[in-house]
């Protein structure tokens, strides 16, 4: 059996080794390093894939959401609402521009946000919510912008982990994520859906005006040269990433699918297993891209189950260990434990399986076996 990897880039890149190589050197003899041609074709090529209006790439995922959020003119003292349940980075960037984060927990099935806990959430001082497509389903997209458009509300879609996804709403109009609320941020992080073989990132949104604001955020506030309107950063998608960019996303929905296919035999596997709970779909099938395959185990010892998998040569990932709200640099004392019981919970019972483009039947039989045996033993 091929050595099982949380994520094979290599299988990956031997497969498109050739249009890759040459692409990258290519960039490499043209010198046009920065905002050069590929860069434009990728963001392009990327607006026509999500039909969306603008994208603007940017150095990072984490890079785009703070972006996003300067570009949405937001303030200190602004309340922006997001999930107990994701990575970091989400809150990181509110707490740095000195917007308040409201955390909030999630529904126990789907890990994403809880529409009752936005409402909750939400005072006078709200702007803004951010609903993670967390492990690469769609959040309830029609019932946070119709709390939105009732208050008002900016939506930043941190769409990180869900690109390619198509979100269909409860009338039937389908979109991909990411092109739904009033901008999204993404990122190439080279284990995303998406990935490039660095850092990268870029921001949606179909608000032409929007759109103008960020492009100038993005290079130094810079709207004609060296004239510098508003304060900026430097966030750039190198040619180098974009090129190798462009090749993935003509493949994107085959690694989608690819990613839907080993989570479809994992759950034939886990059938009828009372500890183990497997990933609950929300509406149609491309709503989720399985960025991560997770799992919920009852009444196993979680810890001692990643232990023995990795002991067993599976690596496994926990995602996310410590609710944010209960993070040092996140704690508010405005917080009460009572409102964060799903979250709370899903820390203790939630691992995520090893899901990548190149999983084979062999390393699934095998993951799947080791894990039925341990929950049973
Ligand atoms: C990966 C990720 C980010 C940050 O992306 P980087 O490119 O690593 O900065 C932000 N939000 C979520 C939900 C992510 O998974």
Known sequence: MKKIQMVDLKGQYEEIKET??????????????????????????????????????????????????????????????????????????????????????????????????????????????????????????????????????????????????????????????????????TSFFPSKNLGCYGDGGAIFTNDDELAHTIRGIVNHGMYRRYYHDVVGVNSRLDSIQATILNTKLSRLDEYNNRRKEAARKYDEAFKGQEHIV??????????????????????????????????????????????????????DERYNEADFTVTNQLVKEVISLPMHTELDDEQIAFITNTIIEFVNG
């Open 20 to 185: 890759i190589n040459a692409s990258v050197l290519n960039v490499i003899e043209s010198t046009a390093f920065i905002n050069g041609p590929e860069v434009h074709n990728f963001q392009k090529n990327l607006e026509d894939y999500l039909d969306v209006k603008h994208v603007i790439p940017c150095a990072n995922g984490t890079d785009a959401l703070q972006i996003a959020m300067m570009g949405l003119g937001l303030e200190p003292g602004d309340e922006v609402i997001t999930a107990d349940f994701t990575f970091a980075a989400t809150v990181e960037v509110i707490a740095l521009l000195r917007l308040t984060p409201v955390l909030v927990d999630v529904e126990p099935d789907t890990f994403n946000i809880d529409i009752d806990a936005i409402k909750k959430a939400i005072t006078p001082k709200t702007k803004a919510i951010v609903p993670v497509h967390l492990f690469g389903q769609c959040a309830n997209m029609d019932a946070i912008m119709e709390i939105a458009n009732e208050h008002n509300l900016f939506v930043i879609e941190d769409n990180a982990q869900a690109i390619g996804a198509t979100y269909t709403s409860g009338n039937g109009t389908k979109a991909k994520a990411g092109t739904i609320g009033h901008v999204a941020s």
């Open 278 to 331: 497997t990933p609950f779909r929300n509406g149609a099938d491309d709503n989720h891209v399985f960025h991560q395959y997770t799992l919920k185990v009852k009444n196993t010892n979680r810890d001692a189950l990643v232990q023995h998998l990795n002991e067993n040569g599976i690596p496994c990932g926990v995602y996310y260990p410590v609710p944010l709200h209960n993070q040092k640099a996140y704690q």
